[in-house]
């Protein structure tokens, strides 16, 4: 994760009012010079002030898309901001608004630690048998070396859809960085659970003999979302017995006990359109993080929708970015002087531009 410095005055003592009143006085300013994404995890006040609101998959289309505006400020975390740069199709600045906005998912796999793994696993089942496909939320370094060896890029909306095609390609996969989404698609394509293992980086030759390697047509990358780890099959078990009508509908970066126990499962834009779709009287537990579950609590109040876990389960990093970094980021593009720019550097871009762009053109 980066570091985000304190922001100065006055930002930090401005009201909701006030900051609204600057952000709406910055945009009339920049007009069409600048794009504001919203991940659907932002904060309440901030989601409404997206031009483009969506899940990974949506942003990173737009980003690829958006010819107009000069600068794309990126309500969302390090991955999606460094995805829309690398996709963008001319000059345009890409900004992230707290530089601390990361993902703790994608900080699990360092690109060091994949390409000591490809190294263990290739001499024993040779490059022309192992492709690797990794979740969009890893870093732009991650998606390079994906991308330089023939590899492609998914998200929560196309897993299926692109682990198919990897495996038109060659006979295995090795998904980054995390697990359960991974296992989650596989398992639904009908692949066994037997023929997944983990990827352990912490442990030597990922904890596997050679005979393990052999018969793996699925490594998975031992990473995870703590957010959605915090959702179990036990609360799914009390929620029907409580509610017998309940339809239960969750992230697949959930585990896999959880998933085989929902009604449904998706990306956030699959999660939202299936809520907010769905007939006045629905009753809808969520395993996704607590902003999305309570926006569309807010948006249907003729269903009933709660959280998986009563607790709630909030993004940490997706919520650093609120109205005083947003109010202060638009103002530093006002006076000439932007901040937080997040720019992929050589030959990083170009490599990871590739294997996004393959997933792209499949989607
Ligand atoms: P979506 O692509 O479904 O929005 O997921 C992004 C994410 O970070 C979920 O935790
Ligand atoms: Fe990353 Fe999980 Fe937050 Fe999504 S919810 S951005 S995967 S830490």
Same mark, same amino acid.
């Given at each position: 994760?980066?570091?985000?410095?304190?922001?100065?005055?006055?930002?930090?003592?401005?009201?909701?009012?006030?900051?609204?009143?600057?952000? *709406?006085?910055?945009?009339?300013?920049?007009?069409?010079?600048?794009?504001?994404?919203?991940?659907?995890?932002?904060?309440?006040?901030?989601?409404?002030?997206?031009?483009?609101?969506?899940?990974?998959?949506?942003?990173?289309?737009?980003?690829?898309?958006?010819?107009?505006?000069?600068?794309?400020?990126?309500?969302? &975390?390090?991955?999606?901001?460094?995805?829309?740069?690398?996709?963008?199709?001319?000059?345009?600045? &890409?900004?992230?608004?707290?530089?601390?906005?990361?993902?703790?998912?994608?900080?699990?796999?360092?690109?060091?630690?994949?390409?000591?793994?490809?190294?263990?696993?290739?001499?024993?089942?040779?490059?022309?048998?192992?492709?690797?496909?990794?979740?969009?939320?890893?870093?732009?370094?991650?998606?390079?070396?994906?991308?330089?060896?023939?590899?492609?890029?998914?998200?929560?909306?196309?897993?299926?859809?692109?682990?198919?095609?990897?495996?038109?390609?060659?006979?295995?996969?090795?998904?980054?960085?995390?697990?359960?989404?991974?296992?989650?698609?596989?398992?639904?394509?009908?692949?066994?659970?037997?023929?997944?293992?983990?990827?352990?980086?912490?442990?030597?030759?990922?904890?596997?003999?050679?005979?393990?390697?052999?018969?793996?047509?699925?490594?998975?990358?031992?990473?995870?979302?703590? &957010? *959605?780890?915090?959702?179990?099959?036990?609360? &799914?078990?009390?929620?029907?017995?409580?509610?017998?009508?309940?339809?239960?509908?969750? *992230?697949?970066?959930?585990?896999?006990?959880?998933?085989?126990?929902?009604?449904?499962?998706?990306?956030?834009?699959?999660?939202?359109?299936?809520?907010?779709?769905?007939?006045?009287?629905?009753?809808?537990?969520?395993?996704?993080?607590?902003?999305?579950?309570?926006?569309?609590?807010?948006?249907?109040?003729?269903?009933?929708?709660?959280?998986?876990?009563?607790?709630?389960?909030?993004?940490?990093?997706?919520?650093?970015?609120?109205?005083? *970094?947003?109010?202060?980021?638009?103002?530093?593009?006002?006076?000439?002087?932007?901040?937080?720019?997040?720019?992929?550097?050589?030959?990083?871009?170009?490599?990871?531009?590739?294997?996004?762009?393959?997933?792209?053109?499949?989607?």
């Amino acid at each position: 994760m980066l570091y985000q410095p304190p922001l100065p005055s006055p930002y930090p003592n401005l009201s909701e009012t006030e900051l609204l009143a600057r952000i *709406h006085a910055a945009r009339k300013s920049l007009g069409e010079e600048v794009v504001i994404l919203t991940h659907h995890y932002q904060r309440p006040e901030v989601v409404p002030l997206g031009d483009a609101i969506g899940d990974s998959l949506k942003l990173a289309q737009f980003a690829a898309s958006q010819t107009r505006a000069k600068y794309i400020v990126f309500c969302g &975390v390090h991955f999606m901001a460094e995805s829309a740069d690398i996709l963008k199709t001319g000059n345009q600045v &890409v900004i992230l608004p707290d530089l601390g906005a990361g993902c703790d998912m994608a900080d699990m796999a360092d690109v060091d630690m994949v390409s000591k793994a490809w190294d263990d696993i290739v001499p024993v089942v040779g490059e022309e048998n192992i492709i690797p496909v990794t979740y969009v939320n890893c870093t732009a370094a991650l998606k390079a070396f994906v991308g330089l060896k023939g590899g492609i890029v998914c998200t929560s909306t196309n897993a299926q859809k692109i682990i198919t095609w990897a495996f038109q390609q060659r006979k295995r996969i090795i998904f980054f960085p995390d697990q359960h989404l991974g296992r989650n698609t596989c398992y639904k394509m009908g692949i066994p659970l037997p023929e997944m293992r983990i990827w352990d980086p912490a442990l030597v030759q990922g904890g596997l003999s050679k005979e393990d390697i052999v018969s793996t047509r699925v490594f998975l990358w031992k990473g995870h979302c703590p &957010v *959605h780890l915090q959702f179990t099959s036990q609360q &799914v078990d009390a929620l029907r017995v409580k509610y017998p009508n309940i339809q239960i509908i969750v *992230h697949p970066e959930c585990d896999i006990s959880v998933v085989e126990k929902s009604d449904f499962s998706g990306s956030t834009e699959y999660i939202v359109k299936m809520v907010s779709d769905s007939p006045a009287g629905t009753h809808w537990g969520v395993a996704t993080e607590a902003n999305l579950v309570a926006r569309l609590a807010k948006e249907n109040p003729d269903k009933t929708v709660e959280s998986v876990n009563r607790f709630k389960c909030l993004c940490s990093t997706m919520n650093r970015i609120d109205l005083k *970094h947003l109010s202060w980021t638009l103002d530093n593009i006002v006076a000439g002087t932007p901040q937080n720019i997040i720019s992929v550097s050589e030959p990083t871009r170009s490599f990871a531009k590739q294997a996004l762009l393959r997933m792209l053109q499949m989607s």
